[in-house]
């Protein structure tokens, strides 16, 4: 009988420390993103050529607009595979005039084709990945 009592003083001691606790507040924290616009606009990020002949290369242009208050240098440019061949324009791209991208897909082989182009840039710290698709036939 004094097991059971003890047992019984021990649950009821136990119970009450639960609420004793006070209740937690939420706290909330305001964090600010410091994310600007990008000073580049482009006139399209993915093309698409349709159908192409086989062993004939396509230059595809992409354009973009320095919409920012400072120049814009292209640093690099990296087709996604080596059949296809990039150029741009190497000189600095001053607030409010456009520039080019130029990738070349050589057309090898028939059938289907997603390639992409990666553009690093003075203004912008992710590197822009544009698109080109199409069919070789």
Known sequence: ?????????????????????????AVIYHV???????????????????EIPQGTPKAIVYEFKNTGKTAVVI??????CGCTATDYTKEPVQPGKTAKVTATYNAAN????????????SAETAPKILTLKGTVI
């Open 32 to 50: 600010e993103s410091n994310v600007t616009a990008s000073s580049i606009l482009w006139k399209s990020e993915t093309i698409d050529v349709g």
């Open 1 to 25: 009988m004094k097991v059971i009592k003890f047992s019984m003083l021990a649950l009821a001691l136990g119970l009450m420390s639960f609420s004793a606790i006070a209740p937690v507040k």
């Open 75 to 80: 640093t690099n440019v990296q087709g996604s």
């Open 110 to 121: 028939k059938g289907g084709f997603t390639k992409t182009v990666t553009v690093t840039t």
